[in-house]
């Protein structure tokens, strides 16, 4: 996944910054104030113990005096190593416990995708539900639609129930420019089951494509879950704007027919060409 690979750099990279840190800390020499006591008089001194040759060697020096400025000076340094030391760990610790929600929040929502799905498919004749294509209309036709009529809250227009106002849109636009389209056609994608929202034939091509329409990518748990999706149609040999599209919005009112537009008229394009 993306997003875990985005963690994982930011792990390494907090890594290799401890690595140096560390470096520099085991070197640093301890440096501690405090105050001495002689013949009745307290003063303020600086105290440094550091390891020379596997022994322990400590001075003290009074705060004034000229090593004792300087030993004050490297005491900041050494203060500012050892925070950013802590807040390194410290954010690599988060780091890890992200990157470990993230692959448990993938891998449930990977199962609970392929078991809904499953469910689905199993409703439907398994001749309707075809694996391999070479886009023609005879492979168009095989396809079979999910034809779920359990939709809540749907937008209907022609014969099809849409889960979207923005699907419906696309459904329309299709119409407008002479496109045939199946809904939620089923599919088998390496393995398993998969519905992408259209299957739309081109007649001048003589060739159809997938669309996907990705309605809420401004959600991190869908946008996850559709990256996750549209890798898997890579995975299988789908060419993004030859064999599918991947249309998107990022939030309600966030949807661009005239971008939808340009997607459709470039993959045909795209089929033209193949075709040439």
């Known amino acids: 996944m993306i997003s875990s690979a985005i963690i994982e750099t930011g792990i390494n990279m907090r890594n290799e910054a401890l690595a140096v840190l560390q470096s520099q800390a085991n070197n640093l020499p301890c440096i501690s104030t405090g105050t001495h006591t002689y013949r009745g008089r307290t003063i303020q001194v600086i105290r440094i113990s550091k390891y020379v040759n596997g022994k322990q060697k400590k001075n003290e020096y009074a705060v004034h005096s000229a090593k ?107 119409e407008s420019l002479g496109l045939e389209y199946k809904y939620e056609p089923c599919i088998d994608l390496c393995g398993s089951g998969r519905i992408p929202d259209f299957a739309v034939y081109c007649p001048e091509t003589g060739r159809f494509f997938f669309i996907e329409h990705l309605g ?34 990022f939030g309600e009112g966030q949807f661009d027919l005239d971008a939808v537009f340009g997607q459709i008229s470039g993959i045909i394009l795209a089929q033209a060409r193949k075709n040439m």
């Open 68 to 174: 004792g400025k300087e030993l004050l000076a490297k005491r900041s340094s050494v203060l500012f190593i050892n925070k950013n030391l802590n807040s390194l760990l410290i954010d690599r610790d988060k780091l890890i416990r992200l990157l470990r929600s993230d692959s448990e929040y993938i891998e449930n929502a990977r199962s609970r995708r392929r078991k809904t799905t499953q469910t689905k498919l199993s409703k439907l004749n398994k001749s309707g539900v075809v694996s391999e294509f070479s886009f023609t209309y005879d492979d168009w036709v095989k396809l079979q639609e999910l034809n779920d009529r359990n939709i809540k809250n749907g937008y209907k227009h022609g014969r099809h129930i849409f889960r979207s106002k923005s699907e419906m849109l696309i459904a329309q636009l299709l």
């Open 216 to 249: 809420r990518m401004d959600m991190l748990d869908y946008r996850t879950r559709n990256i996750e999706k549209m890798s898997q149609y890579e995975t299988a040999g789908y060419r993004t704007g030859l064999d599918i599209i991947f249309t998107m919005e």
